[in-house]
Protein backbone atom coordinates (compact mmCIF):
# COMPACT_ATOMS: atom_id res chain seq x y z
CA UNK A 1 0.00 0.00 0.00
CA UNK A 2 2.81 2.64 0.78
CA UNK A 3 4.78 1.78 -1.99
CA UNK A 4 1.69 2.53 -4.12
CA UNK A 5 1.40 5.80 -2.21
CA UNK A 6 4.83 6.45 -3.12
CA UNK A 7 4.60 5.55 -6.36
CA UNK A 8 1.51 8.01 -6.98
CA UNK A 9 3.52 10.90 -5.28
CA UNK A 10 6.76 10.23 -7.31
CA UNK A 11 4.48 10.16 -10.89
CA UNK A 12 2.55 13.34 -9.65
CA UNK A 13 6.17 15.19 -8.88
CA UNK A 14 7.52 13.85 -12.80
CA UNK A 15 4.36 15.82 -14.49
CA UNK A 16 4.88 18.87 -12.79
CA UNK A 17 7.02 21.05 -14.91
CA UNK A 18 10.13 22.95 -13.97
CA UNK A 19 7.87 25.97 -14.26
CA UNK A 20 5.03 24.46 -11.92
CA UNK A 21 8.01 23.66 -9.54
CA UNK A 22 8.93 27.05 -9.85
CA UNK A 23 5.60 29.04 -9.29
CA UNK A 24 3.62 26.37 -7.26
CA UNK A 25 3.00 27.57 -3.13
CA UNK A 26 2.39 30.03 -1.20
CA UNK A 27 4.79 33.59 -1.35
CA UNK A 28 4.92 36.09 1.43
CA UNK A 29 6.58 39.69 1.40
CA UNK A 30 5.54 43.29 1.00
CA UNK A 31 3.51 45.28 -1.27
CA UNK A 32 4.97 48.95 -1.02
CA UNK A 33 2.60 51.82 -2.08
CA UNK A 34 4.47 54.33 -4.44
CA UNK A 35 1.94 57.02 -4.70
CA UNK A 36 1.73 58.32 -1.06
CA UNK A 37 -1.36 60.42 -2.11
CA UNK A 38 -3.41 57.78 -2.76
CA UNK A 39 -5.72 55.63 -0.94
CA UNK A 40 -2.97 53.14 -1.17
CA UNK A 41 -1.54 51.39 1.62
CA UNK A 42 1.84 49.47 2.47
CA UNK A 43 0.70 46.20 3.52
CA UNK A 44 2.03 42.40 4.02
CA UNK A 45 0.47 39.82 1.25
CA UNK A 46 0.16 36.54 0.66
CA UNK A 47 0.24 35.33 -2.51
CA UNK A 48 -1.12 31.28 -3.43
CA UNK A 49 -0.37 29.86 -6.68
CA UNK A 50 -1.63 27.08 -8.46
CA UNK A 51 -1.70 25.86 -12.39
CA UNK A 52 -3.90 27.30 -14.12
CA UNK A 53 -6.58 25.78 -16.84
CA UNK A 54 -3.89 26.75 -19.60
CA UNK A 55 -0.22 25.89 -20.39
CA UNK A 56 1.86 29.10 -18.80
CA UNK A 57 -1.36 30.12 -16.91
CA UNK A 58 -0.95 30.14 -13.35
CA UNK A 59 -3.67 31.18 -10.97
CA UNK A 60 -3.26 33.36 -7.85
CA UNK A 61 -5.36 33.71 -4.97
CA UNK A 62 -4.03 37.52 -3.30
CA UNK A 63 -4.58 38.15 0.37
CA UNK A 64 -3.53 41.22 2.54
CA UNK A 65 -2.54 40.14 6.15
CA UNK A 66 -4.31 42.24 8.65
CA UNK A 67 -4.22 41.24 12.44
CA UNK A 68 -2.63 38.35 11.82
CA UNK A 69 -5.32 36.71 9.37
CA UNK A 70 -4.90 37.00 6.00
CA UNK A 71 -8.08 38.98 3.67
CA UNK A 72 -8.72 38.11 0.63
CA UNK A 73 -8.02 40.53 -2.50
CA UNK A 74 -8.92 38.88 -5.22
CA UNK A 75 -7.55 36.19 -7.36
CA UNK A 76 -6.58 36.17 -11.46
CA UNK A 77 -4.78 34.10 -13.94
CA UNK A 78 -1.23 35.02 -14.83
CA UNK A 79 0.72 34.46 -17.72
CA UNK A 80 3.97 32.77 -17.53
CA UNK A 81 6.56 33.48 -20.26
CA UNK A 82 9.18 30.62 -19.50
CA UNK A 83 11.98 32.47 -21.53
CA UNK A 84 12.09 35.84 -19.28
CA UNK A 85 10.93 34.23 -16.27
CA UNK A 86 8.46 36.77 -16.03
CA UNK A 87 4.87 36.21 -14.63
CA UNK A 88 2.03 38.76 -15.68
CA UNK A 89 -1.80 39.81 -15.30
CA UNK A 90 -3.09 42.65 -17.42
CA UNK A 91 -6.63 44.33 -17.60
CA UNK A 92 -6.38 46.71 -20.48
CA UNK A 93 -10.16 47.60 -19.40
CA UNK A 94 -9.21 49.33 -15.68
CA UNK A 95 -5.53 49.98 -16.87
CA UNK A 96 -3.83 47.78 -14.67
CA UNK A 97 0.16 45.61 -15.56
CA UNK A 98 0.90 43.31 -12.52
CA UNK A 99 4.38 42.01 -13.20
CA UNK A 100 6.74 39.71 -11.52
CA UNK A 101 10.47 38.57 -12.32
CA UNK A 102 10.88 35.13 -10.95
CA UNK A 103 13.46 33.08 -9.59
CA UNK A 104 15.36 31.55 -6.78
CA UNK A 105 12.23 31.02 -4.35
CA UNK A 106 12.08 35.22 -5.30
CA UNK A 107 9.21 37.21 -6.94
CA UNK A 108 9.99 41.11 -7.24
CA UNK A 109 7.05 42.61 -8.83
CA UNK A 110 5.30 46.04 -9.87
CA UNK A 111 1.71 47.13 -10.13
CA UNK A 112 1.03 49.95 -12.62
CA UNK A 113 -1.95 51.35 -12.82
CA UNK A 114 -2.52 54.44 -15.52
CA UNK A 115 0.89 54.21 -16.72
CA UNK A 116 1.76 55.13 -12.97
CA UNK A 117 4.11 52.83 -11.21
CA UNK A 118 1.49 52.27 -7.92
CA UNK A 119 3.02 49.62 -5.95
CA UNK A 120 6.01 47.63 -5.44
CA UNK A 121 5.94 43.92 -4.11
CA UNK A 122 8.58 41.54 -3.19
CA UNK A 123 7.98 37.73 -2.39
CA UNK A 124 9.63 35.05 -0.85
CA UNK A 125 8.16 31.39 -1.19
CA UNK A 126 7.31 30.08 1.82
CA UNK A 127 7.09 26.30 0.74
CA UNK A 128 10.58 25.99 -1.15
CA UNK A 129 11.69 22.59 -1.01
Not at 114 to 126: E, G, I, P
Amino acid sequence: MLSSILATISHAQKIMSANDLLLIGTWKGTSICQVKSSPCNDEIVVYHIAKGAKSNVYHIDASKVVNEKEEDMGAFDYDFDATKQILSYRDHQHKVVWSFNVGNHRMDGTLVYNNQLYRVVKLTKTDAK
